[in-house]
Every structure is written in structure tokens, then in C-alpha cells.
């Protein structure tokens, strides 16, 4: 154990005392920093925009276009008054959030002109028009056909679409609503119409002893574990996903140094594997630990200014202190960390050089994305059998059986899952051993892989 | 009765069809300084391997302190391997105390140890410098250090001259007596003949996987009669020259300047006489001198012009390295 500690030791504060390590830690909430301030940014700072709607003689057009803004910012408000209630906010705050008027960032002034000729100037910036928020050019104008039976979208940035999809919104409620009037059923038939549509609440059947009348409620309580699941899937895969270059740089720093012969003649084989293992574990749980510490931090900070966080974070604690999902889910952290972690940590053992290190990269890529589709999948469809079937491939498990246990899966498939991927992941350490100490002791290269495998199965090859 | 630290009986290894080492049977009894000499090739690395544990044998068993290699015996063990190699990132210091304590000592004793060591090789100012800053002979310097740190009782030392100037050569003797006087046991391998004849109190001898001479230098000397040198002109046979004459004539350098031949002298025949005969035959003589044994000769003498040619090469190469 001593040794083990020793080698940990050793190689964990060489990782941690290279610069990119602390370049690697402070880049995630960093980038997670700017990329937040600068979304928040662009939300505050697109421009407020002016828009003229050109309808000789009416305003059918612009107040629909009016309505459709108002529409719109009505459900936001319903949104964010129901999270409010999900939050279990005070009265005050979730009446203030409800009320929240987000600034809008396209106004309707009157046209200057009343022709596409006459709007031009407007239009490319040349001269501006007057708004609630100073002179500018126009950005866009809506425009009555000659023949009355089209609204032209005219504007010098066709690349901004927001008004022009919801002027095509606007425009189709109000021909549904003309053609209600022609039908003779007045403006607010079809209000009337949607408030009358029976509504369709989510309910979680649950055995009777647990089921009661409040119980039957979709709630966050019943999505977080799918969640979590997800989150622990996502998170092993981004682990995994993260020690590939520390294993095997790693281990070809030391077969480039030539130094395994000085440490084999000090540790056994098996101790200086599981020292390297756990290093790499350690440097990629602090890494971890330390976004997981930032994320805290930041949350705490949002929920000290946001009343009502806690209790819509308080389901994902709980889920994630559920045992059926933490049990299984640790048990398949574990074997899979192991099972990929020596895979390269052996495959490093056989490579000389980085570019060498890089043929390998680019196929454990491959199967490294496979089950990243599988976790989309599980996302989009929690019980679809393509899920189901994958998480049997023993290199799927680790991450699929995660995200099976929120659909309950039968126990004797849980069991029978865990145990082919530990039979695996014995038979992959096995075998890994080996190829590592082909390539550390016998000196044996990409090249030797046939060599390798005779070595495994106990026949002779290349000199030392 | 004390252990031989290192028994090794009957060894074999394989790789593929090639013999690496054959039959290879030798003692390295405590408190000696051992020689293990050959060409490249001739076995000896992987001898050294095997008798460390990190390859098994195919054939025959290996006794470490009296029990089969392992970590726990190890632990009386400096190895130096013939492929130098440290961790570049890591400061001398750091190394010196990191190989130490694997081989068991505690945290403060390694540290305490690695100053001692860095201080009396004059290496204590880059003490903090990392490997990658040190010139290729300092950072051989910390690896024999860090070879030294634990006190071995027994050191293997795999052609631990190799790379090294003349001075630090020089040095590196200084310390391996200095290493036997506290106590230890040296096996070292080299294809310097010099150094195992200046260190050894015993030589063991490798060609081709195979143990040709084992015993004192005494011994091994004596395994050759007395002799002279003649040096010729390029391309003359003496040999054939002298092949009526009673003296036997073996081809020993082939130079620029010329050959050189050594003359075996039959019993109660003289030097002086075996340059009358080679004058009489004829040969362009450019040199001469009564013959001074070397181990050089003692190998040529036991395993023939091939392999001598072979020691030779690695002489150059380690000439040129050095």
C-alpha cells in the first residue's frame, strides 16, 4: 500500500504542478464566466430596433402585429410565474416576477414614407426616423402589397428573423380570427374556445399505499432523478473522457524515460498500476470537485439573491441521495473509471511518441462516443430498448445502467448487468496488465500488438 | 553461513527462436566486486534483469539474497539499468528521495539522505534544478545517486561507465570503491575491459548468451600464455608467415597505421625470438613489444576473432558516445 501511496504521490503532484493543469482548472468557470456574462450581455444589449408598418388607411395589420408582441410577452410572464410557484416563493416576490415586463426590443414607429422608393434612405441608414428611444434608422418595414394580398417583409439585415416569424405568427391568428367574424362568431370565439379545452395534468401513478390525491402530481421530485442519473452518466463519460491524455501521456513520458526497469526493481507491476490509476483519478476529482465547489458557490450566491432556489434544488439532492441510483451508480463509476482507465493506461505503454499515441486516440474516440449517443437517446426516451440492449455491452454499462435505474429496472438485470461488467472489467485489468508489461518490460510498440497479444495468451516475442 | 546475494543456476530466456542467455549458471558472493563483461548482445542486460525479477526465466531459477526475487529483497538492491531514465519535470532532490523511498526509508531520512549525497558529489547547488535543466552527465550523476540512496547492500550497476567523460568515469570508480569499503557487494556490467581491470576481484565473461571465463583476474589471465606484439603493415598475413616457425600468430587490432598481431611464445622461447622469425619471414614491421595481458586478449583468446570484432564495436560506440 505504501508503495501505491508513493507512486500516487509522486505522479499526482507532478500533474498538479504543471501549469496547464491550473490553466485546465481555472478555464472551465472562467469560460463558464465570460460565456455567461457575454449571453447576459447580448441579451441586454440588442439594440432596440424600429419597425414601420405601411397599410394605407388602417391599422389591422400593426395592431395584430401589436397583439401578437403582447401575446407573447403574456406567456412569458405565465412561465415565469409558474416556476415561481414551482420555487415556493414569497407572495411578494413571485408577484413581482409575474408582473416583470422585459424591456421589448423591436418598437413600431409611424412610416416615413409610405412607398418602398421612399423608405429606402430609412431603411439602409441614410437618414432616421423619431422613437421612444431617439433618432434611428429603420430597421425593418412591413408593407401592403399593391394587390393587398401579401405583407413584405423589407429590411437591409435579413439575418435578424425574430420579427419577421412573429409578424408570420401574427398574421395567421389573424386571418383565423377574420375568417371566425366572416363566420359570423365574434373576436373572442376562439379565446373562449381554447379556455374551454379540457386541460391535460401530468399524474405519476404510484403503488396505492403511496398514491394520494396531492401525491398523483408531476413535480420536480419526479424528473430529478432523471436528471441526476443523467448527470452521473454524463459526468463518468466526461471523466473517462478527461484521463485519456493523462494515462497515456503519462505512461509514455515514463516509457520515453526509460524508468520503468528502475521502478519495477522497487514496486511490483500491479502497485505501480494502481498508484498511476489513482493518481489520475485524484487529478481529475480535483478537477471536478473544484468546478462542483465553483457551482456551489455560484449557486449559493444565486439562491442568496433569488428566494425559493433551495426548494427547486432540493428534489436533485434528494434523488441524489436516493441509494437505488447512488449504489449502482457509484458501483458503475467505479468499474468503469478502472476498466478505461487501464485500457489506456496499457495502450500508452506501447507508444514511444505522442504521434504514435495519437493513431490510437482516434478509434477509443470512436468508442468512447458511442455511448454518449446512447446517453442522448436515454435523455430523449428513458425506456427505449436501444438503451435497454446497449447497457448489456460491458463497456456501455457504466454508463447506461446509471441512467436506467429512474425506470426501475427489474433487480435480477441489475445484478446480472454489474456482475458481467465486473467479470469485464477483471478480464480488461488482465489483460491490460499484460500489454503494459509487454510494452514497459519487454519494450514491445504499436507494431508488437500481435507480439502483445501472443504474450497475453502466454507465447514468447520480442527481445528485450 | 552468509548468503551470496545473488545465485543465479542454470538460466535460460527466450525470445522467439533467439537464445538470449544459455545456460547460465554464476555466484556473486557477498562483499566482491564482480565484473560481468561482453560484448553488446552477449547477454548480460538480460542476465541482469532476470536476476532482478523483472523478467522471469524460461529456464533454471534465480536466488536473490537466498529467495526468489522480490520486492522485499529488492530492497537491499541499487539498480542502475543500462537505459538511463528519469522523471525530466522532477527537481534532482525530489528524485534522489522519491527512489528512496520506494526502497522503504522514511520521509525525512530520503530527504535528509538525497542532501547528503547531492552535498558530497558537489551537486547541491541544483539540488532544486529539475532533471530536464541538468546536463546529460549530472543527470547520470543523480540516477547513480538515486541508485545509492537506500545503503544498498548489493549494487547492480548495468554499464554504468556508458556515457560518461573520462573525469566523471574516473568518479564513478572513486565510487564504487567507495561503495565497497562501506560494505556493499558490486556486480556491474561493462564492455570497457579497463574498468573491470582496474575494480574487479572477480570477472564473469558473456558471448552469446554464454558464460565463457568465470573466476579472479588472476585466473583469467592465466588462461593465456606469455606473448609478444608485433604491429605490420596493412593486409600482411602473419599468421601464415609464421606457420613453420612454432609461434602461433592471432590478429588482436586491425588500425589504420597497421595490424597487430599477438605472438604466442612456446615454453623457453623468448620475445626477442619471435621477432627474429617474423624479420626472417619478411614481415613490414612497424611495431613491437613484449606482451602485457590484458582482458581484452583474455576474451579474444576464449571466444575468437568474431566476438572480439563485436567488443569491439561496442567499444567504439561507447567511445564516440562518451
Keep these: ?464 | 553461513m552468509p548468503v551470496s546475494p545473488l545465485v543465479l543456476s542454470s538460466v535460460t530466456k527466450r525470445f522467439g527462436h533467439f537464445t538470449a542467455v544459455d545456460n547460465l549458471s554464476m555466484e556473486v558472493p557477498e562483499g566482491q566486486i564482480i565484473g560481468f563483461l561482453g560484448p553488446n548482445g552477449a547477454g548480460k542486460s538480460t542476465s541482469l534483469r532476470m536476476a532482478l525479477g523483472v523478467m522471469p526465466p524460461d529456464e533454471g531459477h534465480v536466488e536473490l539474497f537466498g529467495r526468489a526475487p522480490g520486492i522485499e529483497a529488492l530492497k537491499r538492491v541499487g539498480f542502475l539499468p543500462e537505459e538511463r531514465g528519469l522523471y525530466k519535470k522532477m527537481t534532482a532532490r525530489d528524485t534522489i528521495t522519491h527512489f528512496a523511498r520506494l526502497k522503504g526509508l522514511s520521509a525525512s531520512d530520503a530527504r535528509a539522505r538525497a542532501d547528503e549525497l547531492l552535498q558530497a558529489t558537489g551537486l547541491d547547488e541544483f539540488s532544486r534544478a529539475r532533471i530536464s535543466k541538468l546536463s546529460k552527465g549530472m543527470a547520470q550523476k543523480v540516477q547513480i545517486l538515486s541508485t545509492l540512496a537506500h545503503r544498498p547492500d548489493f549494487l547492480i550497476l548495468d554499464e554504468p561507465f556508458s556515457g560518461l567523460d573520462p573525469v566523471n568515469q574516473q568518479a564513478l570508480e572513486d565510487l564504487i570503491r567507495a561503495e565497497h569499503d562501506r560494505g556493499a557487494t558490486i556486480l556491474f556490467s561493462t564492455h570497457v575491459m579497463e574498468h573491470a581491470e582496474r575494480l574487479c576481484d572477480r570477472i564473469i565473461m558473456m558471448a552469446r548468451g554464454r558464460k565463457v571465463l568465470d573466476g579472479t583476474l588472476a585466473e583469467a589471465f592465466s588462461t593465456l600464455g606469455q606473448g609478444a606484439r608485433i604491429t605490420v603493415e596493412p593486409g600482411f598475413d602473419m599468421a601464415a608467415a609464421l606457420a613453420n616457425t612454432g609461434f602461433e600468430a592471432t590478429r588482436v587490432a586491425d588500425e589504420a597505421h597497421g595490424d597487430t598481431w599477438r605472438i604466442e611464445l612456446p615454453r623457453g622461447r623468448e620475445a626477442q625470438d619471435a621477432l627474429r622469425a617474423a624479420l626472417e619471414a619478411g614481415a613490414p614491421i612497424r611495431g613491437f613489444a613484449p606482451d602485457e595481458a590484458r582482458l581484452r586478449d583474455v576474451f579474444v583468446s576464449l571466444v575468437g576473432e568474431a566476438d572480439a570484432e563485436a567488443l569491439a564495436a561496442s567499444e567504439a560506440a561507447e567511445g564516440e558516445a562518451a
Design chain 1, 1 to 464: 500500500m505504501r508503495n501505491i501511496l508513493l507512486i500516487f504521490r509522486r505522479d499526482y503532484l507532478g500533474y498538479v504542478k504543471a501549469w496547464g493543469f491550473w490553466l485546465s482548472l481555472a478555464a472551465v468557470p472562467f469560460f463558464m464566466i465570460i460565456g455567461g456574462s457575454l449571453a447576459g450581455f447580448a441579451a441586454q444589449s440588442s439594440p432596440v430596433r424600429y419597425y414601420a408598418v405601411v397599410e394605407p388607411g388602417t391599422t389591422l395589420y400593426a395592431d395584430a402585429i401589436e397583439a401578437e408582441f403582447q401575446r407573447r410577452e403574456e406567456a412569458d410572464r405565465e412561465t415565469a410565474s409558474q416556476l415561481a410557484e414551482q420555487m415556493d416563493m414569497p407572495d411578494e416576490t413571485s408577484a413581482q416576477i409575474s408582473n416583470t415586463q422585459a424591456d421589448r426590443k423591436f418598437i413600431r414607429v409611424p412610416a416615413p414614407a409610405d412607398t418602398i422608393d421612399g423608405l429606402r434612405p430609412y431603411l439602409l441608414g441614410e437618414k432616421t426616423v423619431s422613437g421612444p428611444v431617439g433618432d434611428k434608422p429603420l430597421f425593418a418595414a412591413l408593407v401592403l402589397s399593391s394587390d393587398k394580398d401579401e405583407l413584405e417583409y423589407w429590411s437591409d439585415d435579413v439575418n435578424v428573423t425574430q420579427l419577421r416569424y412573429l409578424t408570420e405568427d401574427a398574421m395567421l391568428r389573424l386571418a383565423r380570427r377574420e375568417a371566425l367574424k366572416d363566420a359570423g362568431l365574434g373576436e373572442d370565439f376562439l379565446k373562449n374556445v381554447d379556455e374551454s379545452a379540457f386541460k391535460v395534468p401530468a399524474k405519476r401513478i404510484r403503488p396505492e399505499a403511496e398514491q394520494t390525491a396531492e401525491g398523483a402530481d408531476v413535480t420536480m421530485a419526479d424528473r430529478a432523478p432523471m436528471f441526476v442519473a443523467g448527470g452521473l452518466a454524463y459526468f463518468l463519460w466526461l471523466m473517462v473522457f478527461s484521463i485519456i491524455q493523462y494515462l497515456l501521456m503519462g505512461t509514455i513520458e515514463e516509457r520515453s524515460n526509460k524508468i520503468f526497469d528502475t521502478l519495477l526493481t522497487s514496486v511490483k507491476l500491479p502497485q505501480l498500476l494502481a498508484g498511476k490509476l489513482l493518481a489520475v483519478f485524484a487529478v481529475t476529482s480535483t478537477m471536478m470537485i473544484s468546478w462542483g465547489l465553483f457551482a456551489f458557490v455560484g449557486a449559493s450566491v444565486i439562491a442568496s439573491q433569488v428566494p425559493g432556489t433551495g426548494s427547486l434544488i432540493a428534489p436533485f439532492l434528494s434523488a441524489l441521495a436516493n441509494p437505488t441510483i447512488i449504489v449502482p451508480g457509484l458501483i458503475s463509476f467505479l468499474l468503469g473509471y478502472v476498466m478505461y482507465g487501464v485500457i489506456f493506461m496499457a495502450l500508452g505503454s506501447l507508444c514511444d511518441t505522442i504521434q504514435e499515441a495519437q493513431t490510437l486516440l482516434s478509434p477509443m474516440m470512436i468508442l468512447l462516443m458511442l455511448p454518449m449517443f446512447a446517453i442522448f437517446i436515454a435523455f430523449q426516451d428513458p425506456g427505449s430498448p436501444i438503451v435497454d440492449i446497449a447497457s448489456w455491452i460491458p463497456f456501455f454499462t457504466p454508463f447506461l445502467l446509471i441512467l436506467r435505474m429512474p425506470q426501475d429496472p427489474p433487480m435480477w438485470e441489475i445484478l446480472a448487468q454489474m456482475g458481467i461488467m465486473a467479470a469485464t472489467t477483471a478480464l480488461v485489468l488482465w489483460g491490460a496488465t499484460k500489454v503494459y508489461r509487454a510494452g514497459a518490460v519487454h519494450g514491445a510498440g504499436i507494431g508488437d500488438m500481435g507480439s502483445a497479444l501472443k504474450r497475453m495468451i502466454g507465447l514468447k516475442g520480442k527481445a528485450a
